[in-house]
């Protein structure tokens, strides 16, 4: 608290709760690593060892590349800075290389990467109402804010023990969003774009930032009762829209169709034949539909209604990532799951664009349609839960009700990412540092609302 009180004489709170956290980063470098580390190792072996026309046909490894092209670029980057450390990390031949300078090497690139999600965050919370201002530092909400995110607890595991680069990926979105907050429109449009092509699965929040950029940007006006004008309509805008998504899109994906390529990059990026749900299931509706058939199919058995030759040996409970026909549900296709999908973000959809409520409207869209891919997409990854728990993070100190949710959304989320470190060592660690996390969460953000949440505690009582 005293280093707090001092970081705040000087203005420098900020960079203080920075610093903390990169030396919590180096401190997990020897923590355990999951598949993905092997897997971004051999990226960087394909792209470093092989000509562009070959990294994504490259299957030496079963981890063969299947983000964008902007990542592959990014990889190959990296490992112009690896061949210092080991040359051997870029063999595509070595499977499951492993050594201690690799280790490092690995380890610091998202550390070091990590600084585009620290100056996001830093944008983001120039967005924040300042409204409540609290006495102490720790009252205000820019500095609940900076806590929130520097130091979230999903994003710390995930990335630093499991081993991803999601920050900053993450740090690009949140630079978007804080560019449409600002209303620096085409800013944002340009870095979601990039994100885009760095990892498709940001996908599922592309309907938010297209209606809100199409009903805010492109439409100049609105009537005296909210509603559109429609006679505001910008062609220029909309053409520079286009511009920005082409031109970015080009830059990605011109190389692959000079070489008549996109087809492949296209089976890559989508590989439907990995199944429904990931090898660990994400806690959504499919898990429950899975579970569902498992205890038909179990019921079926005992009472004989099935006949136990023509129930696969394999299931959708086996943790491999496959396809798989369910037992006695009807089987769930890709389509299945989009037309689901759409249907979850059509009201969040409608609200944007009748009901416009400015940036923090498109904030709840985004996070609803995150929501809505994670509950009923196909094959989602449990970490997939951070792409609403972030956005959700803005909105949880501007109003009590959003604050509610988040702490919910936060403590659920986390919990079910408890699985990915399944090894002793780790088990104190993320117990302690989501533990932590969440009693912050909870009493900084109960100080913040303070009034706001003893009207709700009142209410309920008098409903009881």
Not at 63 to 71: G, K, Q, R
Not at 358 to 380: E, N
Request: aromatic fraction near 16%; charged fraction near 10%.
């Amino acid at each position: 608290m005293a280093a707090f009180t001092i970081a705040a004489g000087t203005g420098n709170w900020f960079s203080a709760l920075a610093l903390g956290v990169t030396l919590l980063k180096c401190l997990l470098i020897p923590t355990y690593h999951s598949t993905d580390f092997e897997v971004h190792r051999n990226w960087l072996a394909i792209t470093h060892s092989l000509p562009i026309s070959q990294w994504y046909y490259e299957a030496t490894s079963e981890w063969t590349l299947d983000y964008p092209p902007f990542f592959a670029w990014f990889e190959y980057i990296l490992s112009h800075v690896a061949k210092y450390f080991d040359q051997e990390m870029l063999n595509v031949r070595n499977l499951n290389y492993s050594s201690s300078r690799t280790l490092l090497f690995q380890r610091f690139s998202v550390i070091f990467m990590d600084v585009l999600f620290v100056y996001a965050v830093h944008e983001c919370c120039k967005c924040i109402d300042g409204k409540k201002v609290g006495k102490e530092l720790t009252e205000k909400p820019k500095f609940i804010l900076s806590v929130l995110l520097l130091w979230n607890f999903g994003l710390l595991i995930v990335d630093h023990i499991h081993f991803q680069y999601n920050g900053f990926l993450f740090g690009l979105m949140l630079l978007s969003i804080a560019r449409l907050f600002q209303k620096r429109h085409m800013e944002g449009a340009f870095f979601f774009a990039v994100l885009l092509h760095f990892k498709h699965i940001y996908l599922y929040v592309a309907p938010a930032y297209g209606v809100y950029l199409l009903r805010s940007y492109c439409f100049t006006a609105n009537k005296p009762d909210g509603s559109i004008r429609w006679n505001s309509f910008s062609f220029v805008r909309v053409i520079s829209l286009g511009l920005v998504v082409f031109l970015v899109s080009a830059l990605s994906l011109g190389p692959f169709l000079a070489l008549n390529q996109l087809p492949q990059v296209f089976s890559r990026l989508f590989p439907f034949k990995r199944g429904l749900c990931h090898a660990y299931w994400a806690p959504n509706f499919w898990a429950l539909y899975n579970a569902l058939d498992k205890v038909l199919s179990v019921i079926g058995l005992k009472l004989k209604f099935l006949d136990p030759n023509n129930i696969p040996k394999a299931s959708m409970t086996s943790g491999l990532v496959q396809q798989f026909q369910h037992t006695v549900l009807p089987s769930v296709t890709p389509l299945t799951t989009l037309i689901c999908t759409l249907i979850a973000i059509l009201p969040s959809i409608f609200c944007l664009w009748f009901k416009p409520q400015g940036p923090r409207g498109f904030l709840r869209c985004l996070t609803l349609c995150a929501l809505s891919s994670f509950m009923f997409g196909w094959h989602v990854h449990e970490k997939a839960i951070l792409l609403a728990i972030l956005p959700m993070s803005l909105l949880s100190v501007q109003k009590a009700g959003d604050a509610s949710i988040f702490l919910i959304l936060t403590t659920t989320g986390h919990y079910s990412l408890f699985p990915l470190l399944f090894t002793a060592p780790e088990l104190p660690i993320k117990i302690l540092l989501m533990l932590l996390f969440t009693i912050y969460s909870i009493s900084s953000l109960k100080t913040l609302f303070r009034q706001s949440f003893t009207v709700i505690a009142q209410a309920g009582l008098q409903w009881h």
